[in-house]
């Protein structure tokens, strides 16, 4: 679900509350609700951002908690970018000619630095980073980063070189797996985000520009950021540690060695103020892909729209449906394009993201009530949630 006028990335120009770009990359458009896909998989992994739904598929299947809080010392960081570091991949994508540059979206927001790719007489060349999930071959990165390559070249830490076949990506998550044909790797663990604090020291580890394994130490900075389009209602983590271009898909750390969040996004207009997918939704993601190579999402077949407030004091509701898909789950509970959302299960809808947030935790068959505006009076409604299947697999 995107907001009306600005649902389609790349843009030409991007929208003034649409001020994060993909780091690499293209992006993500469309509306929380979608139509299903025409392949779908027997029972898909269904994502919630608020817990895990993984089946046992080897993705460090047995979550290492986080045992208390480390501390720093001066020997620790180059200890843990030595050992997890050997999870981290570099990775290369090629995209052959023609290339479209206007299908690229600015790297930074409107004001910013074209995409550091190296145009060559044979096509677009870009790098990034991933994390190995397994030891036989299985990287996760993001989906901006494989999206529309038409190679991708995987370098270990070691300076083992693999081509790469992608085996799916989910754009709402803005994550993707790739696979190399080898064995024996060292592969990350995964942490439990849930346990992630402010404050918390943070090791960011990628290829900015093309430095392989490159670290950089912050803090994280908040919890459960919502930064609107292209993430919707999904909660993000926030971090100082210097993230530049390069380091889409290498992992966050803590001071435990262990993954609490994959690097996808940073602030145009700001310093060290970047974003990462955290470690649950990452590896809830993963194992879909790995089982189905696609990924379930919740939908109830809407496009909505924040209503500017005249006051602060304004109480009016803010958010109105611009679109309700004819045939949809709201479609069928008597919503149309022009009706305004007040509440939703008994809270106030006072933005575009409480809406996509409250049907992103939600099941297929749950039932959503919603209060609306219709014709000037207000309405009860019960919109029964619906699932939408993103096929990974291909671009």
Not at 59 to 81: C, E, K
Not at 184 to 198: E, Q, Y
Request: net charge neutral; glycine share 10%.
């Amino acid at each position: 679900m995107t907001s009306e006028g600005k649902n389609s990335l790349p843009p030409g120009v991007l929208p003034a509350s649409v001020w994060l770009a993909l780091i690499v990359a293209a992006g993500i458009s469309g509306y929380l609700a979608g139509r299903p896909g025409n392949s779908p998989v027997a029972d898909p992994v269904h994502r919630s951002s608020g817990a895990l739904r993984a089946a046992s598929t080897g993705v460090d299947s047995a979550l290492s908690p986080t045992r208390g809080v480390a501390s720093l010392n001066a020997n620790t960081v180059s200890d843990i970018a030595a050992r997890a570091g050997e999870s981290v991949v570099h990775i290369e994508i090629a995209i052959k000619p023609p290339t479209n540059k206007n299908k690229c979206p600015y790297f930074f927001g409107p004001q910013s630095h074209p995409l550091p790719d190296i145009m060559t007489m044979h096509g677009q060349y870009a790098s990034a980073a991933g994390v190995i999930i397994r030891e036989d071959g299985y990287v996760l990165t993001n989906a901006h980063v494989v999206r529309g390559a038409d190679e991708i070249k995987v370098t270990l830490a070691d300076g083992r070189e693999y081509m790469a076949e992608r085996v799916g990506q989910d754009d709402a998550t803005d994550l993707a797996l790739i696979k190399i044909k080898a064995g024996n790797l060292p592969f990350a663990r995964f942490g439990d985000s849930n346990k992630v604090r402010p404050g918390q020291w943070a090791i960011a580890i990628g290829s900015p520009f093309h430095l392989r394994h490159s670290v950089s130490l912050g803090i994280v900075s908040a919890l459960d950021r919502a930064i609107g389009d292209p993430f919707g209602g999904l909660d993000l983590l926030q971090t100082d540690a210097a993230i530049n271009p390069g380091n889409s898909g290498g992992p966050l750390l803590n001071l435990e060695g262990e993954v609490i969040g994959i690097n996808c996004v940073v602030r145009s207009d700001a310093q060290n103020i970047s974003f990462a997918v955290p470690s649950l939704v990452a590896r809830e993601v993963a194992d879909a892909l790995l089982q189905h190579r696609q990924v379930e999402h919740s939908y109830i077949g809407v496009k909505l729209q924040s209503v500017l407030r005249e006051s602060l004091s304004d109480g009016e509701p803010r958010v109105i449906i611009t679109f309700a898909e004819p045939d949809g789950p709201a479609w069928h509970a008597g919503i149309r394009s022009g009706d305004m959302i007040r509440t939703i299960n008994g809270k106030s809808a006072k933005s575009v993201y409480e809406v996509q947030k409250a049907v992103n935790r939600s099941a297929r068959g749950d039932i959503l009530q919603l209060t609306i505006v219709q014709g000037g009076k207000d309405k009860n409604v019960s919109i029964k949630v619906a699932a939408q299947s993103q096929s990974g697999s291909s671009d």
